[in-house]
């Protein structure tokens, strides 16, 4: 790694500003413009992005079999492009489609958030499944299919509906048909959050009943009597967590009103609260306090991802200013504590994309090798929100995640202010 010396957090900033090339920020439900990333489909990128796979393909001119490269610039169509017929107009909003001209089955159940199959199925399409323009289809899991194949489930008693809108629920309960890319456009929620909040891994696959927590940020107004300990039990998240999130000293007491974030749990516990690590208990003060052991030093940062560290910090002749921390590409990056993104973009020398955080009195901590870059200069972020995406841009060696820690622009050891390796 190409070492670079500086004297402060400014020119840290500056070096890499000078040499960058924007990069799409937008989330995947809100991008307008989407760069084919390696091992991305069409499918694939419809099912994240909202949009069916036919209107993406109509809107770049794609023909069969629908090939995509690494690299492609795709528009994505964020308005219909087609009307509707006018005997036959649409009503998603009741439960049916009407079909346009050029959709398809397939593209029809990627924009309706619900696999193929059960679209078929619920329409009584048989192989190779043709529809027909102005045909209308029953959306499964809107309103009932009054047919056949389907009258003894009619007559069962109806699941009661949910009180929470899909833009507010934390616990969704998979419904038949459903598919994780569906739920996320309608929970607002990013999918490859909620795939990591439940340990989902690829193809991402859910089942009718299965119960998927729904990341999202949440606060709380401290009242009198919450203690670390109750703020721990009551939200299933760490107390160390919450503290980290908030720039707070986790042996410190509350402060009534105070509001605090509680971030994203990033390791749910398994079983049990003695995971939940909440604030030591207060004990009695001893009679000689000299003799009382000095407190463990608290973590400064938390980890931006979970991996083996290829390379670690050194210095002398075989210097490295960091951590290179390998991890599936793909896999989240998240910002090792609260602070404002002080540049966000690509750095054509050796980091390739590139984030930087500054997270005030002198520190700044730098994520680099991403494939992805997810947030935007001046952006305020939580600790543990996502900034970017594990990747083999500049010099990476693989996969992995290059890592820095810096205070008033010199390089210090990451481990020195890390918790243990997760």
Same mark, same amino acid.
């Given at each position: 790694?190409?070492?670079?010396?500086?004297?402060?957090?400014?020119?840290?900033?500056?070096?890499?500003?000078?040499?960058?090339?924007?990069?799409?920020?937008a989330?995947?439900?809100?991008e307008?413009?989407h760069?084919?990333q390696?091992?991305e489909?069409?499918?694939?990128?419809?099912n994240?992005?909202?949009?069916?796979?036919?209107?993406?393909a109509?809107?770049?001119?794609?023909?069969?079999?629908?090939?995509?490269?690494?690299?492609?610039?795709?528009?994505?169509?964020?308005?219909?492009?087609?009307?509707?017929?006018?005997?036959?107009?649409?009503?998603?909003?009741?439960?049916?489609?009407?079909?346009?001209?050029?959709e398809?089955?397939?593209?029809?159940a990627?924009?309706?958030?619900?696999?193929?199959?059960?679209?078929?199925?619920?329409?009584?399409?048989?192989?190779?499944?043709?529809?027909?323009?102005?045909?209308?289809?029953?959306i499964?899991?809107?309103v009932?299919?009054?047919?056949?194949?389907?009258?003894?489930e009619?007559r069962?008693?109806?699941a009661p509906?949910?009180?929470?809108?899909?833009? %507010? %629920?934390?616990?969704?309960?998979?419904? /038949?048909?459903e598919?994780?890319?569906?739920?996320a456009?309608?929970?607002?929620?990013?999918r490859?959050?909620?795939? %990591?909040a439940?340990?989902?891994?690829p193809?991402?696959?859910?089942?009718?009943?299965?119960k998927?927590?729904?990341?999202?940020?949440?606060?709380?107004?401290?009242?009198?009597?919450d203690t670390?300990?109750?703020?721990?039990?009551?939200?299933?998240v760490p107390w160390e967590?919450?503290?980290?999130?908030?720039?707070l000293?986790?042996?410190?007491?509350?402060?009534?009103?105070?509001?605090?974030?509680?971030?994203?749990?990033?390791? /749910?516990p398994?079983?049990g609260?003695?995971?939940?690590n909440?604030?030591?208990?207060?004990?009695?003060?001893?009679?000689?306090?000299?003799?009382?052991?000095? /407190?463990?030093?608290?973590?400064?940062?938390?980890?931006?991802?979970?991996?083996?560290?290829?390379?670690?910090?050194?210095?002398?002749?075989?210097?490295?200013?960091?951590?290179?921390?390998?991890?599936?590409?793909?896999?989240?990056?998240?910002?090792?504590?609260?602070g404002?993104v002080?540049?966000a973009?690509?750095e054509?020398?050796?980091f390739?994309?590139?984030?930087?955080i500054?997270?005030?009195?002198?520190w700044?901590?730098?994520?680099?090798?991403?494939s992805r870059?997810?947030?935007k200069?001046?952006?305020?972020?939580a600790?543990?929100?996502?900034?970017?995406?594990?990747?083999?841009?500049?010099?990476?060696?693989?996969?992995?995640?290059h890592? %820095?820690?810096?205070?008033?622009?010199?390089p210090v050891?990451?481990?020195?202010?890390?918790?243990?390796?997760p």
């Amino acid at each position: 790694m190409k070492h670079i010396r500086l004297s402060t957090a400014a020119t840290f900033v500056t070096l890499f500003s000078a040499t960058a090339v924007p990069v799409l920020a937008a989330s995947p439900d809100q991008e307008t413009v989407h760069v084919v990333q390696s091992g991305e489909t069409l499918n694939g990128i419809a099912n994240r992005a909202g949009v069916s796979a036919g209107e993406i393909a109509r809107a770049n001119g794609l023909a069969a079999p629908f090939v995509v490269r690494a690299g492609q610039k795709l528009a994505i169509p964020r308005g219909r492009t087609t009307k509707p017929a006018a005997t036959a107009p649409s009503a998603d909003s009741a439960g049916f489609h009407v079909v346009r001209p050029g959709e398809t089955l397939s593209g029809i159940a990627s924009h309706a958030g619900v696999s193929s199959t059960a679209l078929a199925q619920a329409n009584g399409l048989k192989a190779p499944f043709v529809v027909r323009i102005g045909q209308k289809l029953q959306i499964p899991g809107a309103v009932p299919v009054q047919t056949a194949s389907r009258v003894a489930e009619a007559r069962q008693p109806a699941a009661p509906a949910s009180a929470v809108s899909p833009a %507010e %629920e934390t616990v969704h309960i998979v419904q /038949p048909g459903e598919t994780l890319g569906g739920i996320a456009v309608r929970a607002k929620v990013p999918r490859v959050l909620i795939a %990591e909040a439940n340990g989902l891994e690829p193809p991402y696959i859910v089942k009718a009943g299965q119960k998927l927590r729904l990341p999202r940020t949440r606060h709380h107004a401290v009242a009198a009597g919450d203690t670390g300990f109750s703020l721990a039990m009551k939200y299933g998240v760490p107390w160390e967590q919450i503290a980290t999130a908030n720039n707070l000293d986790p042996d410190a007491p509350l402060k009534s009103g105070e509001s605090l974030l509680i971030p994203t749990l990033l390791n /749910p516990p398994q079983t049990g609260v003695s995971k939940l690590n909440p604030a030591p208990t207060p004990s009695a003060v001893p009679a000689e306090p000299a003799a009382t052991p000095a /407190p463990a030093k608290a973590p400064r940062f938390g980890w931006p991802v979970s991996g083996p560290v290829r390379r670690g910090y050194a210095t002398g002749a075989n210097y490295h200013d960091g951590l290179d921390i390998q991890a599936a590409a793909g896999t989240m990056v998240r910002a090792a504590a609260a602070g404002t993104v002080k540049f966000a973009g690509k750095e054509k020398d050796q980091f390739g994309n590139l984030v930087v955080i500054d997270h005030g009195d002198g520190w700044y901590t730098a994520y680099g090798f991403l494939s992805r870059v997810t947030v935007k200069e001046g952006a305020k972020v939580a600790a543990g929100e996502r900034i970017g995406l594990v990747g083999s841009t500049g010099l990476a060696k693989g996969s992995e995640l290059h890592f %820095e820690v810096r205070q008033d622009g010199s390089p210090v050891d990451p481990l020195d202010e890390l918790p243990k390796a997760p």
